[in-house]
């Protein structure tokens, strides 16, 4: 853990978009009350019990500003799809009981009719006590960033009519956007000789895997420890590879918490997948790259393969190939472990904490997971 750094600006993901300081307060208010219901409708849309739909018309919405007809039929389908997954969460065991959204306006550009807007979402959701099992986590969260388009109506109303995530990835717990696929895993995938990973399953519950979690060669609370701090404020010791083009930051923050655990650099070339080494002007392709960090875990002997995902202990590796196409797309690391038998993990792009790997099978029951033994 490196400490006294400096801290990222936490919207930094949706700089896209360049404030306008003359955009004055009421409009902003507008953009500010929408963008609020919108996120706060979809997080409510898991909570067990709740009913709260209020961006479902185009209509009516507080007289000076509304959905359009066709980001309408977008938000009710996407509260359509998350209620659909409190389904399928409530059968593995998990549902919320309460859930906070705020919506943070971080940039407003305005040309005529029409505006751009650039929103920090922070999420919070509690877990139900008796799903989870009582020594789970209280909760789970994520900051996600997005880009929101509105049109002016003639009447001097706003409609909004798109919504655009920012980050490198769509894992937060409450979007149904189709993850994306990094340039750094596609061509890391055409790549011939490194090893390969089996497969995990993901039945519940699995045979039991335990783990030394103190007393060895790796220190896995200093792990846990270092993803707690910097699971949404970026150590500026490393780069930032959210949204910037190359992939997401989701290996690199892994990379960071087992070399806060532990892990020591193997120095080389960085295209060479059996070395591993990362600093703030330098990192191999193995700590950064989702494909090359398995490819050097898994031939330096640092990490064995687990039969299950739901045998991942503290400081074990959880990686995901969305579209199955061998080529892996995301990397997690486990942050809790609760006494069901449930891991949590926590990851950048979207940046999230104690997420259960439950709420991962249920958002995306086709990908192919991977899991290793650190």
Partial sequence: MVAGVALIPNWSAGAAVTNDPTVDAATKATFQKLADAVFTDRTQALVDGSTSARTQHTKGFSGSVRLSGGQS???????????????????????????????????????????????????????????TQAKGPTTTGFQAHHELTFKAGGHGDWQLTGIKDTDDG???????????????????????????????????????KPKQLTGGTY???????????????????????????????????????????????????????TKWFGTADIQSDSFVGVNEFSWFALSSKRVTPLADVYQADLGDVIQMDFNRDGSKDHSMVVTYRDSSGVPYVTYHSTNTYNRSVASLVASYPNAYYYAYRT
Avoid: I
Wanted: charge should be positive.
């Fill in 73 to 131: 039929h977008e938000q009710s389908a996407a509260l359509g799809e998350l209620r659909a997954r409190k389904g399928r969460l409530a059968k593995l065991g998990e549902k919320y009981s309460a859930g906070s959204t705020t919506v943070t306006l971080d940039a407003t550009e305005v040309h005529g009719h029409s505006a751009k807007v650039a929103v920090t979402e922070n999420t919070t959701l509690t877990y139900k006590p008796g799903t």
């Fill in 219 to 273: 220190d896995y609370k200093a792990m846990v420890a270092y993803a707690q701090k910097y699971w949404n404020h970026y150590n500026t010791a490393y780069p930032n590879f959210n949204n910037n083009g190359t992939g997401g930051d989701c290996t690199n923050f892994v990379s960071q918490v087992l070399k806060a655990g532990g892990w020591k650099h193997v120095p080389g070339y960085t295209n060479d997948y």
């Fill in 170 to 208: 769509y894992l937060a717990v409450n979007q149904v956007a189709t993850p994306s696929v990094s340039k750094d895993d596609k061509t890391a995938a055409a790549t011939d000789g490194p090893p390969t990973a089996p497969r995990a399953a993901t039945t519940y519950p699995a045979a039991a």
